[in-house]
């Protein structure tokens, strides 16, 4: 049954939608994490069943158990050693196609993932879209041992970086710690705007005790941004193309989708 989308999930939902015609049969896919990208996967999972045979690597235990719902082959990133495509959701991203990920917490398996891939396309609804990064507060995965060390020393390099905002805060889950699926903890470093993402993506990953940073730098390669109205917009950062469709709309304008 077709089933009208609140405006959020349609501008998810049609950027997930277009995304998944790169998928081609046979292909090895990194499958992403979030609200974003669980749409992905139901999409995917509906080509399955119409025969599509692909094999997926998920970012999460969420994901794959998603996959696995959706009757979508999952393997593990060394058994598929590398991958042709992967498709996944950012918090923000700006006009290079930098973006922040790991607001829902996976950015360590995302950014592994998608840096074993021959491609990463991102889907997004028009809000993560910026002129610069870091008004998302930026998620930097650290060790659970040494943890106050490890915040004090990104403190002191964001202040020798004058990077501005600085306020470094624990993720939290209820009264506990934040625990990701490789048993580490979450610092979200509120920065308002990162002048150089470059530079501190690389200056992060220095500090002893630190895991991974949320900057994927030069890893996307194509952006898929839906809107509320059913049009996606992609914009390819090799090529340069930015080609504009509308998406899946039933006789009276709704956006419609028939996937559970
Ligand atoms: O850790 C989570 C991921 O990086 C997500 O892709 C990101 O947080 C975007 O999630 P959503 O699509 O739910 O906004």
Not at 7 to 20: E, Q
Not at 24 to 39: F, P, Q, V, Y
Not at 86 to 96: Q, R
Not at 121 to 140: E, T, W
Request: charged residues 25%; aromatic residues 4%; hydrophobic residues 40%.
């Amino acid at each position: 049954m077709s089933e009208a989308l609140p405006p959020i999930d349609t501008a998810k939902f049609v950027a997930a939608k277009k995304a998944v015609e790169y998928v081609e049969d046979g292909m090895k896919l990194g499958l992403g994490t979030g609200s974003t990208a669980a749409w992905m996967v139901k999409c995917l999972g509906e080509l399955v069943r119409d025969g599509l045979n692909v094999v997926g690597v998920p970012t999460s235990t969420r994901t794959a158990e998603l996959a696995r719902t959706q009757g979508i082959k999952i393997t593990t990133l060394d058994e598929a050693k590398w991958l042709d495509l992967t498709i996944d959701g950012a918090d923000e991203f700006d006009g290079e196609l930098n973006l922040i990920k790991g607001g829902g917490g996976a950015l360590l398996q995302e950014k592994i993932v998608a840096t074993a891939s021959d491609q990463m396309i991102v889907i997004s609804d028009v809000s993560k879209q910026v002129d610069r990064l870091g008004a998302f507060p930026l998620p930097v995965e650290v060790i659970p041992f040494g943890m106050k060390i490890t915040q004090a020393l990104i403190e002191e390099t964001l202040v020798s970086m004058d990077v501005a905002g600085q306020k470094v805060t624990p993720r939290m889950d209820g009264q506990a710690l934040y625990v990701t699926d490789e048993g580490n903890h979450i610092l979200d470093l509120h920065l308002q705007r990162i002048g150089n993402v470059r530079q501190l993506a690389l200056v992060l990953n220095q500090i002893p005790g630190v895991v991974e940073n949320g900057l994927f730098v030069d890893i996307c390669d194509k952006v898929i941004i839906g809107h509320s109205d059913g049009r996606v917009q992609t914009r390819d950062i090799v090529t340069g193309e930015v080609q504009d469709e509308q998406i899946g709309q039933d006789d009276a304008g709704n956006i419609f989708s028939d996937i559970g």
